[in-house]
T-cell receptor, first 114, second 116 residues
């Protein structure tokens, strides 16, 4: 059974650019969550999607956005990149629904902003 | 709001030593508790979980008990191996009010190094 797949694994951008990260969940999983991991702030929740709808959002500026497609694949976008956006972005999927709070994480996309 | 506090590392142990990583939490509801492990260059892997008070989660020799009275979920292993070297994260999951969405709140992580 394939796990959660994130692409690209590594990318380098410059300030002011935008970036799109992709996540393919485990087959049958309908919920996709995104987390940002930095050495200073640790792991922070970005947002969660279920059946193409954003159900929950963390405390991040509007430059961070996401979406989910009908096949449950998800993308997140960061516009007008800042140096502080350099981080490991982790996607996680779960079955969704009540009681389905066990997340399976992907390997992450490491973004470096220069 | 919810929060998780875990002991700061790094922790260095000799092979076969006993491991304890302390974790305490603050939550308004009745969260589920988790330990995740992150190996270098990889994402997070679920190590064990407990969903209610007095539950004991266990996996690969690791165990942790959900203690509501002390709001703790300490991770223990009787005999660590070099392959256990990784970063360990304690986390709680609470359902977002009215949204049906689960959100994990993580501790800062504890880096464990096991030397032969």
């Amino acid at each position: 059974k394939a796990g959660v797949t994130q692409t690209p694994r590594y990318l380098i951008k410059t300030r002011g650019q935008q970036v799109t990260l992709s996540c393919s969940p485990i087959s049958g999983h309908r919920s996709v969550s995104w987390y940002q991991q930095t050495p200073g702030q640790g792991l922070q929740f970005l947002f969660e999607y279920f059946s193409e709808t954003q159900r929950n959002k963390g405390n991040f500026p509007g430059r961070f956005s996401g979406r989910q497609f009908s096949n449950s694949r998800s993308e997140m976008n960061v516009s007008t990149l800042e140096l502080g956006d350099s981080a490991l972005y982790l996607c996680a999927s779960s079955k969704g629904g009540s009681g389905a709070n066990v997340l399976t994480f992907g390997a992450g996309s490491r973004l470096t902003v220069l | 709001g919810n929060s998780v506090t875990q002991m700061e590392g790094p922790v260095t142990l000799s092979e076969e030593a006993f491991l304890t990583i302390n974790c305490t939490y603050t939550a308004t509801g009745y969260p589920s508790l988790f330990w995740y492990v992150q190996y270098p260059g990889e994402g997070l892997q679920l190590l064990l979980k407990a969903t209610k008070a007095d539950d004991k989660g266990s996996n690969k020799g690791f165990e942790a008990t959900y203690r509501k009275e002390t709001t703790s979920f300490h991770l223990e292993k009787g005999s660590v191996q070099v392959s256990d070297s990784a970063v360990y994260f304690c986390a709680l999951s609470d359902i977002s009010q009215g949204a049906g969405s689960y959100q994990l709140t993580f501790g800062k992580g504890t880096k464990l190094s096991v030397i032969p």
